[in-house]
Nanobody
């Protein structure tokens, strides 16, 4: 089957930087858009960074200019460079991938999530 595994995250002081990574594994045939979501306590999960298979990126205003999303198609991986972190960036961060995979000899398209990683920014 397909699995997305995240790494990175942790505790950082305001103004600091972190890098998150996410790699998809399994019987993957093609990875389309990949994105990063985050969910703060008592808030809904929100999409804030998206990258297409061709490398076109889109960001929420809240992170524009501070966060950079990139991907390595050969590794089925997506990365998030986070700079100038603020306390309001504190949340659980999730990667997401829209991809085509093989199962029992048939092609399927599905949307998959990473396990989530905590990012805490202290002031």
């Amino acid at each position: 089957q397909v699995q997305l595994v995240e790494s990175g995250g942790g505790l950082v002081l305001a103004g600091g930087s972190l890098i998150l990574s996410c790699t998809a594994s399994g019987t993957i045939l093609n990875v389309n858009a990949m994105g990063w979501f985050r969910q703060a306590p008592a808030k809904q999960r929100e999409l804030f960074a998206l990258i297409t298979a061709g490398g076109v990126t889109n960001y929420a205003d809240s992170v524009k200019g501070r966060f950079t999303v990139s991907r390595d198609n050969a590794k089925n991986s997506v990365y998030l460079q986070m700079n100038s972190l603020k306390p309001e960036d504190t949340a659980v961060y999730y990667c997401n991938a829209d991809l085509v995979y093989l199962k029992n000899g048939l092609n399927y398209r599905g949307n998959f999530w990473g396990q989530g990683t905590q990012v805490t920014v202290s002031s």
